[in-house]
């Protein structure tokens, strides 16, 4: 059985994903560069990309271990997989409309 009918995952948070970890400007470098992008990455001061009073954690880094105890969870695919997945799949997306 999955996550959503193990009767010991009721009332039971999980996190769901993998464990690799990357800052937020690495990650758009490697989706600039997976997807073949020529666009530039551009800073924006916290204070204009949140609201006042809106706090963000500095890191996330999933811990699955509760769901690799409970399911023998394992993540399929690593991030460049991941990434080069979401790129394809808008892509396909992007030319589905145009032929709209």
């Known amino acids: 059985a999955g996550l959503a009918e193990h009767p010991q995952a009721v009332g039971q948070v999980y996190n769901i994903g993998t464990t690799e970890e990357i800052t937020i400007d690495a990650l758009a470098a ?15 001061p916290y204070d204009e990309a949140y609201a ?16 690799q105890v409970l399911l023998g969870y394992q993540p399929a695919y690593n991030l460049d997989q ?13 030319e589905a409309h145009l032929d709209d």
């Open 82 to 94: 991941t990434l080069q997945r979401v790129i394809d799949f808008e892509r396909q997306r992007k």
């Open 52 to 67: 006042p009073g809106f706090e963000d954690m500095a890191r996330r880094v999933p811990n699955i271990h509760k769901l």
């Open 30 to 44: 490697r989706v600039i560069q997976l997807s073949g992008s020529r666009s530039p990455i551009q800073h924006v």
